[in-house]
């Protein structure tokens, strides 16, 4: 794990500055399960039936025909999830920025993975990347299980139980070591 640390960029897992859970929810859910490039090209063409506006606005996504999302590329349960996230936005199952940062890591993946489309790997995103939470141990992340193996000279990913065990000797920095068995996969280290 030092070598590791020692040949990767300094890890930089800061809390994003004005953070929108509805717009980073529903950027993951576009981006679910598709290349960076493909998911990026759908994402621009999302936003751009919504001109003018920076931020999403849920009463807006539902009023979008499904036929229009989908012509921007989305499929059917990628336009069922967004609009499941609106709706769950506007009657408050989906918390603001304010009620997020009151709220623990487990009470945070209990409201959101009730959103259609959103499991526990992405509320673990959103938790390590957008809200910089320092102690997120992504268990079923394949980056982290690869990176583990790798760093620790295994021949076979660990199941996300045995993570869970090794795990334990990171805490309460377990979002750092997840950063780092994500840099053991690249070239050097040094993305």
Do not use: C
Not at 108 to 125: H, N, P, Q, S, Y
Not at 163 to 188: E, I, Q, T
């Amino acid at each position: 794990m030092a070598a590791l640390i020692k040949r990767s960029l300094r890890v930089n897992l800061k809390p994003g500055k004005s953070i929108r859970p509805f717009d980073a929810l529903a950027e993951s859910i576009a981006y679910q399960q598709l290349s960076g490039k493909a998911a990026a090209t759908i994402w621009k063409r999302v936003r751009a039936l919504y001109p003018r506006k920076k931020h999403l606005d849920p009463k807006e996504i539902l009023k979008t025909p499904d036929e229009k999302l989908r012509g921007a590329g989305l499929s059917r349960s990628k336009v069922a999830a967004l609009k499941d996230l609106a709706a769950k936005t506007i009657d408050g199952t989906v918390p603001n920025a304010r009620a997020l940062a009151r709220m623990t890591d487990d009470e945070i993946i209990e409201r959101l993975i009730i959103v259609r489309g959103i499991g526990r790997w992405t509320v673990e995103m959103l938790l390590l990347f957008d809200l910089g939470r320092p102690d997120v141990w992504p268990v079923h992340d394949y980056g982290v299980q690869k990176g583990f193996a790798k760093t620790f000279g295994k021949r076979k990913l660990p199941t996300p139980k045995q993570l869970l065990k090794h795990g334990k000797k990171f805490a309460p920095h377990r979002s750092v070591a997840a950063w780092y068995f994500w840099r053991a996969l690249d070239n050097d280290g040094r993305a």
